[in-house]
């Protein structure tokens, strides 16, 4: 499952993945991992070769379960901070690092691999480049104007300062970021189903694309 941030899909595709009684993997989780190691080494992210040598062999581990997310560095458990502003404003340019990519789609691919439980992936680039052979792949996309105003909803609901504007011109800054970098950009593979969810609450999306799945 791929498309771009604030659509739900994480969401949607842990629930997908629990309901089939599959494995889940957030590859967005990975790419923020090495974005918290990128920040503790203090690297210069205006320097892809910094980025790149500073992140050779990242200590990550990744847990597989749909009903808890565990990310650790270093045996140490960063799900929590993966999530944080600072993480976010600068993942974008972890991303476009050819080096950091490849070695995270080598990780993706060996996760697969490891057991024979099926497994539900979302990302950016899943469809078109880490596993073109997916049996079903979808694109979930939504306007920008949803995706901000869901998450300005959710901080708020948080109890978190927001300010719509703001949310959704960093949806549009990370968008622009994500779909005109050179490697790997966000976009849907020939043969996914587009689902547009500007218009869905999150069970509706759900159930959309369990029914696409079982096509
Ligand atoms: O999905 P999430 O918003 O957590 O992803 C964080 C960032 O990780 C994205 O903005 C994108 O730069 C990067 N990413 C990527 N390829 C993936 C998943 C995420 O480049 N497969």
């Given amino acids: 499952m791929d498309g771009p941030s604030g659509t739900g899909k994480s969401t949607v595709a842990r629930r997908i993945a629990e309901n089939l009684g599959a494995r889940y993997l957030d590859t967005g989780a990975m790419y923020r991992a090495a974005t918290v190691w990128a920040l503790d080494q203090e690297l210069d992210l205006t320097d892809p070769a910094a980025i790149a040598a500073g992140t050779a062999d990242l200590p990550l581990a990744m847990g597989c379960d749909p009903l808890s997310e565990q990310v650790e560095l270093d045996e140490i458990s960063v799900t929590r901070r993966i999530r944080e502003d600072d993480v976010t404003a600068a993942v974008s340019a972890v991303s476009a690092v050819p080096e950091v990519r490849e070695q995270l789609v080598d990780y993706q ?29 979808i694109y979930l996309t939504a306007s920008a104007e949803a995706r901000a105003q869901r998450r300005h909803a959710q901080n708020l609901e948080l109890g978190l300062p927001s300010d719509y504007e703001a949310v959704l011109a960093s949806v549009q800054r990370r968008d622009g970021l994500d779909s005109t970098r050179k490697v790997s950009p966000l976009r849907p593979a020939e043969d996914a189903i587009e689902l547009d969810s500007s218009d869905m609450n999150l069970e509706e999306t759900v159930a959309a694309v369990a029914e696409l799945a079982d096509r």
């Fill in 109 to 137: 691919r060996a996760i697969a691999a490891d057991d024979e439980t099926p497994i539900v992936v979302e990302g950016r680039d899943i469809g078109t480049v880490v596993f073109p052979d997916a049996p079903v792949k």
